[in-house]
């Protein structure tokens, strides 16, 4: 679990850096007290190896997917195509894009998923639902950080589509939870 963890929060961290542009933060040129390389230094201590690290094996990938209208549908598709991937649960504020989404998965032969449906804060229960081991988030971007981060509190792997988080504040919260 402490290397899943670490591997996490070194890619979201170095993934985060590169796509927003702010690799200059973390270099030797050091800038005054307040801008970036003040407020955001990463943790001298913190090292980490790929070399030797590996996942532990799960022989079923148990998926809930959150936020299932315009990209999420397309990903539903896409997974059903996948073997070894069940897919456990939808997440959406709409019953018409959750009904959309349990077609894909009638049409494809597989069994109906768990629904969560209402308002904006429903993919915190998809995030605790047990039957779950990755959750799949195809939200609006500002949905990103907080799904992922449910998602991570409750023992369970994180995917985002295109960039996790918007600000540097939002990747040292992703690296603290992961």
Same mark, same amino acid.
């Given at each position: 679990?402490? %290397?899943?963890?670490?591997?996490?929060?070194?890619?979201?961290?170095?993934?985060?850096?590169?796509?927003?542009? +702010?690799?200059?933060?973390?270099?030797?040129?050091?800038?005054?007290?307040?801008?970036?390389?003040?407020?955001? *230094?990463?943790?001298?201590? /913190?090292?980490?190896?790929? !070399?030797?690290?590996?996942?532990?094996?799960?022989?079923?990938? /148990?998926?809930?997917?959150?936020?299932?209208?315009?990209?999420?549908?397309?990903?539903?598709?896409?997974?059903?195509?996948?073997?070894?991937?069940?897919?456990?649960?939808? !997440?959406?504020?709409?019953?018409?894009?959750?009904?959309?989404? *349990?077609?894909?998965?009638? %049409?494809?032969?597989?069994?109906?998923?768990?629904? +969560?449906?209402? %308002?904006?804060?429903?993919?915190?229960?998809? =995030? %605790?639902?047990?039957?779950?081991?990755?959750?799949?988030?195809?939200?609006?971007?500002? +949905?990103?950080?907080?799904?992922?981060?449910?998602?991570?509190?409750?023992?369970?792997?994180?995917?985002?589509?295109?960039?996790?988080?918007?600000?540097?504040?939002? =990747?040292? *919260?992703?690296?603290?939870?992961?």
């Amino acid at each position: 679990m402490s %290397d899943r963890r670490e591997f996490l929060k070194t890619s979201l961290l170095g993934a985060g850096v590169l796509s927003t542009g +702010f690799l200059g933060a973390f270099t030797a040129n050091t800038k005054a007290e307040g801008t970036l390389i003040g407020k955001y *230094q990463p943790d001298k201590e /913190r090292q980490f190896n790929m !070399c030797g690290y590996a996942a532990p094996k799960l022989e079923k990938v /148990r998926i809930g997917f959150v936020g299932i209208g315009d990209r999420g549908a397309s990903a539903i598709e896409r997974m059903t195509f996948i073997e070894g991937v069940e897919i456990t649960a939808l !997440c959406d504020i709409r019953q018409a894009t959750i009904d959309g989404a *349990q077609k894909i998965l009638s %049409d494809a032969g597989l069994p109906k998923a768990k629904e +969560f449906v209402g %308002d904006e804060q429903e993919f915190r229960k998809l =995030c %605790d639902y047990k039957k779950i081991d990755l959750v799949y988030v195809a939200t609006p971007w500002e +949905f990103h950080v907080p799904v992922a981060l449910a998602a991570m509190e409750n023992d369970k792997h994180a995917a985002v589509e295109v960039s996790v988080a918007k600000t540097l504040d939002e =990747c040292w *919260q992703i690296v603290e939870t992961s």
